[in-house]
């Protein structure tokens, strides 16, 4: 069988380490440009919901929004429904930051797919989501505490 997922795996430490370097100066390291990417295209979402769609725990989110905050990039609302919510919302600063980082994944995401056809394109776009909802079945399974069988 193919090793698809080192394949996967290389691809995303790679663009991980070319984004921490070109992110330096902004002193975004550890994948914390992810999450203000995130926030800056989803302003309002909230942490719990924000840790799934990077597929991280809520651990981990909580301490890179943490960090978020205290560079002042990004600030905590009360949710006007719900107390216990708090929404997550680039400040001015870190709405400045955001073209520079999206510019960045769209460089890098015109590099990955350099020479591919746009059906070669639609057609790893569609595989890549197979298989990451393929992988989100067992990521849920053992984010609840369970082992996989193998």
Known sequence: ???????????????????NIE????ELTKGQYLYLVRICENPGIIQEKLA???????????????????QGLIEKKNDGINKKNKGLFPTDKGEQIYPFLK???DH?????????????????FNLLQKIRKNVEVDWNHVKKGNKREY
């Open 108 to 124: 890098s995401n015109q590099v990955a797919l350099s020479g591919l056809s746009t059906d070669e394109i639609e057609t790893v």
């Open 52 to 70: 799934e769609m990077i597929k991280v725990d809520r651990t981990t989110a909580a301490r890179a929004i943490q960090k978020l905050e205290q």
């Open 23 to 26: 992110f330096k100066e902004l």
């Open 103 to 105: 510019r960045e994944g």
């Open 1 to 19: 069988m193919k090793e698809i997922l080192r394949e996967i795996g290389m691809i995303a430490r790679a663009l991980d380490s070319i984004s």
